[in-house]
């Protein structure tokens, strides 16, 4: 009863005592700075400054026999571009599995200026990623130690201007296939279409110096200079130009950039462009995007569509790729979605490539799909399809099934289990919470 007494009465203490020190702690109890800032979330402010504070925490696990490759489709004649899961073709079988890591904590702090709000970002990420291939650890397992993913200083409201560490301001949206299964050379392009087909050295972000305006009702300019900290002389040095419109069920942009200008000599232009139309029940989008690097010049184009009529949604998508030297690469695809019954949905999906240089691939993939959401929280998905390697006249079924949780409170998690014909399965575990 002493200790209990004792407790109480310092909780008393101190509420009591709060009056003659809360001007003290004004770094906790004022808001006033962030409201009229119109900055929300976990804030502490100050007389003069808002702090805002977020992170968030991603983890991935997989398991299985999985780390081989089966190829269907082959991209401006590379054979490997697009491919599946496959077992490492050893007997007995040996295990492969991936476990990673992925954190980050972003503080803004912003005032007020005479040209607009003024801020300072400063972002902390680490990757830990350990990878095993067949049991044995791989040479290129990836550990990232904790590094200011972004660290810039920006001032302006219509117009600003940023110099740091940060992200692109380059757009390369738009031109996403509204088709369930997507594109072959849209995956290829990590879902898209693909401005830097030729060359991997015309990097972008990193250490820039940018402005961005708006300068009319729905139209932005960007401009900038990025990849300055570039470890290759050649290639130090990115010019980002970007003009953007949004308004009216329209969204479109056009993207320049000319890599390696700080030597005075332009190793590569590329260019990426993206429009996407919502017109009533209908969506149209079209996207391109293309790379000169010396005399050799790579193009990638996309245009799809899609209708809601009722419970049916369906969409068709085409796209097209050349480089100089090579045939022209194409394929296209199409899916029907249905909505059956309130929380359950069906996708029927079906895309095709037509490789037409040497050393490419004839592909194929035709899928179904089934979601469920058993509860608020909980929704289930199941899909069973095959790969066709027309080429070579082989073909991998497969089928897969995951079980997705998202409690509330930012938190989401999901276990998904996939097996193919091949002889490949694998067991994937992830589950991420943010906070701001």
Not at 78 to 94: F, I, K, L, Q, Y
Not at 316 to 323: D, F, P, R, V
Not at 328 to 343: K, Q, R
Request: proline share 1%; charged share 15%.
């Amino acid at each position: 009863m002493k200790l209990k007494s004792l407790i109480l009465g310092s909780v008393a203490a101190a509420g009591l005592s709060t009056a003659g020190f809360a001007a003290d702690l004004g770094v906790l109890t004022s808001l006033d700075v962030c409201d009229s800032l119109g900055i929300s979330g976990l804030t502490i402010s100050s007389a003069d400054n808002c702090l805002q504070i977020t992170g968030g925490v991603k983890y991935e696990f997989n398991w299985g026999d999985y780390r081989g490759a089966y190829v269907y489709a082959g991209i401006l004649g590379g054979a490997s571009n697009r491919d599946t899961m496959d077992n490492d073709g050893v007997s007995p079988s040996e295990l492969d599995w991936e476990s990673q890591m992925e954190a980050w904590l972003k503080f803004v702090g912003t005032a007020s200026s005479d040209f607009g709000p003024a801020s300072v970002t400063l972002k902390l990420k680490e990757i830990q990623e350990t990878r095993v291939q067949n049991e044995t650890l791989m040479a290129t397992d990836d550990a990232k130690a904790l590094t200011f993913d972004e660290a810039y200083v920006s001032v302006g409201d219509t117009t600003t201007l940023m110099a740091g560490k940060k992200g692109s301001i380059a757009n390369f949206g738009d031109d996403e296939p509204f088709n369930w299964l997507g594109l072959a050379g849209s995956d290829w392009a990590d879902k898209g279409v693909k401005w830097d087909i030729l060359n991997g050295n015309l990097d972008t972000g990193g250490h820039v110096i940018q402005v961005v305006s708006a300068v009319a009702d729905g139209v932005t300019i960007k401009a900038g200079l990025e990849n300055l900290d570039d470890t290759l002389p050649a290639w130090a040095g990115t010019a980002v130009g970007v003009l953007e419109y949004a308004g009216e069920g329209i969204t479109a942009h056009i993207t320049g950039l000319a890599g390696g200008i700080l030597d005075g000599n332009v190793e590569a232009w590329s260019v990426h462009a993206g429009m996407t139309g919502t017109f009533d029940a209908f969506k149209i989008r079209g996207a391109f995007a293309a790379q000169t690097v010396g005399a050799t010049t790579a193009w990638h184009a996309l245009l799809s569509g899609q209708g809601t009529f009722d419970m049916f949604t369906i969409a068709l998508s085409g796209e097209a790729l050349g480089q100089t030297g090579l045939n022209t690469d194409w394929g296209f695809g199409g899916s029907i979605g249905a909505t059956v019954t309130e929380g359950v949905s069906i996708n029927l999906g079906a895309k095709y490539f037509d490789s037409n240089n040497a050393g490419g691939r004839d592909g194929y993939q035709v899928a179904a799909q089934l979601v469920a959401a058993v509860s608020e929280s909980i929704k289930l998905t199941g899909e069973v399809g095959v790969y066709g390697d027309i080429t070579n006249s082989t073909s991998d079924f497969y089928g897969a099934a995951e079980l997705a949780w998202a409690p509330g409170g930012g938190f989401t998690s999901s276990i998904k289990g996939e097996a193919h014909q091949n002889g490949a399965y694998k067991v994937t575990f992830k589950a991420a919470k943010e906070f701001k």
